[in-house]
């Protein structure tokens, strides 16, 4: 808390500099908001002090309000952790001070820190710095005055965008559209900010109150046009989050009332919105991100990465072309091996497709996707493996020839070399059995399309080095990934948790449950599609790889139907053919297709389950769907696959699509309650068999009252020598 301080210092010119400085983003700690108070208020009081400017110091003004303070008022409950900045602070003692502020703005203006520049009678600020109130990805609003002020400085229709979607913008656009008063260059920043305040203080520029501006806000008739379109759009797409209506709402209340007004209405609803189940879990999530970079007997060892400069990818398909793809995006050089060279020439066009792409969504620069391309190379054998730092080798599921790749790498590739499988399922100590470096193999799983999706499952053996996974953690960092690191075993910690999503779906179809009712209410939950539209994007064929490996692993706990391989026979192969569960016509929405029903009725059949279709409530099949899921998930934290529960969530969210604002899959489970879950598992073992029974670590969580998210102290120690 030392480094946690308001300075101020009064220069000869009657200008109070005021400074935050809580690194590494200036957060707006209670500490701070209160020295922000007495500051201000001293220079108030003061007859050398003529008007002031607020910054904030080691090049960034501030990154918003703490979300320590979020976590803990989760914890506890106690809302009065809440400082009163919105009135007390932002209107009472900044805006409708006696002597006019100035904000001086470098880096970073995000959520409060931006709402304390609106407070101000001018911002000035050096060019591309950040400006933005994100506050709905934390489940609440912008509480310091955001959905009144903004408005009125960029006008209705960018403000309402800006805070609906989380949108940051560059002080440049900020400048344009009346955010920013002047942009200066760093070195002239305070400077300029002295002299403007100064001007306002003694006559020569006006003084600009933001929340009393009506010039850029539309007459009333369009406003609620622009209002009710935007309800619209968030119906849509964040009809389960509740902080997305609560902002327009506050915008109303100050169009329509005026901007004090809605200042207390925005009180309010943050308020509410900080206890809210949607807040605690995105916080959460938040908080379990952050916690997947420490990791025990890796990251506390003192180790520095090594510097991985080349990386191979041997297989150029889906997986393998999105790895490359990552890669190359993020400067690190790439040859791609492949075993002919129309699979290489495939691979290769796969690449450039994907940063096509990129280039066409916007998100990348002509330049820099010719820049990335350059730093590729093809290659049919593996001469040019000898300087390799690192090898990838995401070749289909077969062990033999995961277990022959292993053998020749070890010979080729440098003692340094790490070698990598992207393998979704397959035991590490199988894949590297034949091999005598089992130290440095190691697991790193990407979700597809690689290239895009942010989790990278790090799985290592009892074997692999501190580090390898250190460097491999480095690695997942330098191309934007989220680097989870879980102990071996079939399935790892992602798919080993969700492999029953997939089969309680296909139990319930077999049960006599419509497969489309199945997908509507899974993504009603908030799940990006359904099972069954899944099963269709990621391909039949992941599905028959998989089956016999977690059949053989989990026996006694799988579902096994043939309900895919007739699919495969009547030619379906899912979207790649434009023909599975759904009709996929290029340019269209996937459309049900109720043709399916007939190989369903075949697969009952062949399943002796043709009896009468089972009752069951929209919320059961929610239910029959996830608690399993969950029962998985305590198996995994029982065996120590993974260090912590968050650890799942941040996994089951970034890997899964769980929904991100229920916080995880763990976290929610908790919010449902261990003894009702371990209840319905029990009720529904005992009707349909052992693919519901719960584990022990589940039942022994339910009745004995423990969260699930709460391991041991024994499995904590168990999980933390296993990794």
């Known amino acids: 808390m030392a480094g946690i301080r308001v300075t101020m210092e009064v220069g000869s010119d009657g200008i109070a500099l005021i400074t935050i400085t809580n690194p590494p983003v200036n957060a707006l700690h209670p500490k701070i908001i209160t020295g922000l108070k007495e500051k201000y208020t001293e220079a108030m009081n003061r007859s050398d002090v003529k008007a002031m400017v607020l910054t904030g110091n080691g090049g960034k003004f501030s990154g918003g309000f703490d979300i320590n303070v979020f976590k803990e008022i989760h ?21 409708d001070a006696k002597k006019p502020s100035v904000a001086a703005i470098q880096g970073l203006a995000l959520g409060g ?24 990805t934390l489940g609440v609003i912008p509480g ?61 520029k006006p003084w600009v109150s933001s929340l009393r501006r009506t010039d850029r806000l539309p007459p009333l008739s369009d406003a609620r046009q622009i209002l009710k379109a935007a309800r619209e759009q968030v119906k849509s797409r964040f ?14 209340e100050g169009i329509v009332s005026g901007g004090y007004s809605g200042v207390l209405k925005e009180a309010v609803l943050f308020k509410e919105l900080v206890l809210s189940n949607t807040s605690k879990g995105l916080v959460h999530v938040f908080f379990a991100q ?12 003192g180790l520095k990465p090594r510097k991985i400069k080349k990386i191979a990818v041997i297989g150029g398909g889906l997986m393998g072309s999105g790895i490359a793809t990552a890669c190359i995006l993020n400067n690190i050089s790439v040859i791609l091996k492949e075993v002919d060279s129309k699979f290489l020439e495939r691979g290769l066009k796969m690449i450039s497709g994907n940063l096509e792409g990129l280039v066409k969504r916007g998100s990348l620069a002509q330049d820099k996707a010719k820049k990335a391309l350059s730093i590729l190379k093809g290659a049919l054998d593996y001469n040019d493996f000898k300087d390799v730092d690192m090898v990838i080798e995401a070749v289909i599921e077969k062990v033999p020839l995961k277990q022959s790749i292993f053998s020749d790498l070890e010979k080729i590739c440098p003692s340094h070399c790490i070698l990598a499988t992207n393998t979704s399922t397959i035991d590490l100590n199988i894949i590297g059995e034949k091999t005598h470096s089992q130290d440095r193999i190691i697991g790193a799983h990407f979700f597809s399309p690689a290239h895009i999706m942010p989790l990278l499952e790090i799985v290592r053996t009892e074997k692999t080095s501190p580090q390898v996974i250190l460097d491999l953690m480095q690695v997942g960092k330098i191309i934007k990934k989220v680097p989870v690191v879980v102990g071996n075993c079939t399935g790892f910690a992602v798919n080993r948790t969700f492999f029953p999503y997939t089969q309680s779906s296909h139990l319930l179809v077999h049960l006599g449950v419509n497969v489309f009712r199945i997908d509507r209410i899974i993504s009603s939950f908030g799940m990006p599609m359904g099972p069954f539209q899944l099963q269709d994007v990621a391909g039949y064929g ?70 009468k279709a089972i009752s069951v409530t929209d919320e059961e099949i929610l239910e029959m769907i996830f608690f399993p899921v969950v029962n998985e998930a305590c198996r995994v934290m029982d065996e120590g696959i993974v260090v912590q529960a968050s650890d799942l969530d941040i996994s089951s969210v970034l890997g899964m699509g769980f929904p991100k604002y229920r916080g995880g899959l763990v976290f929610w489970a908790d919010t449902v309650g261990a003894d009702y879950i371990y209840n319905k598992l029990a009720k529904w073992a005992e009707i349909f068999g052992g693919f519901f029974a719960p584990c022990s670590y589940l039942e022994q969580h339910a009745k004995k009252g423990i969260p699930l998210s709460v391991m041991s102290v024994e499995k904590s120690q168990a999980s933390r020598a296993r990794l």
């Open 290 to 301: 952050r916690s997947t970079s420490k990791v025990p007997n890796v990251t506390d060892l």
């Open 144 to 204: 310091f005055g955001g959905t009144q002020r903004l408005p009125r400085l960029v006008g209705l229709q960018k403000a309402t965008e800006m805070m609906l979607q989380s949108k940051s913008i560059k002080s440049q656009e900020g400048h344009k559209l009346g955010l920013i008063d002047k942009i200066v260059p760093q070195s002239d920043l305070i400077r300029v900010s002295r002299e403007w305040a100064l001007d306002m203080a003694e006559g020569r």
């Open 113 to 136: 820190g931006l709402e304390l520049t609106m407070g101000c009678h001018a911002r000035i600020s050096t060019p591309d710095a950040q400006l933005g109130l994100p506050e709905l």
């Open 75 to 95: 914890q506890s409950g106690n809302l009065s952790l809440l400082p009163d900045v919105s009135v007390e602070l932002v209107v009472n003692v900044m805006e």
């Open 542 to 611: 992941v599905a028959l790889a998989v089956k016999d490996i977690f059949a053989s692993a989990f026996k006694g706990r799988t579902f096994e139907s043939q309900l895919v391989e007739l699919m495969v026979q009547n030619g379906r192969q899912g979207k790649s053919n434009g023909k599975g569960y759904y009709i996929y016509d290029k340019g269209s929405k996937p459309r049900p297709d109720p043709s399916v029903q007939p190989i369903i009725e075949e697969s009952r059949k062949l399943a002796n389950l043709t009896g």
């Open 239 to 252: 009809g389960n989050m509740p902080q997305h209506i609560a902002c327009l709402d506050s915008i109303e």
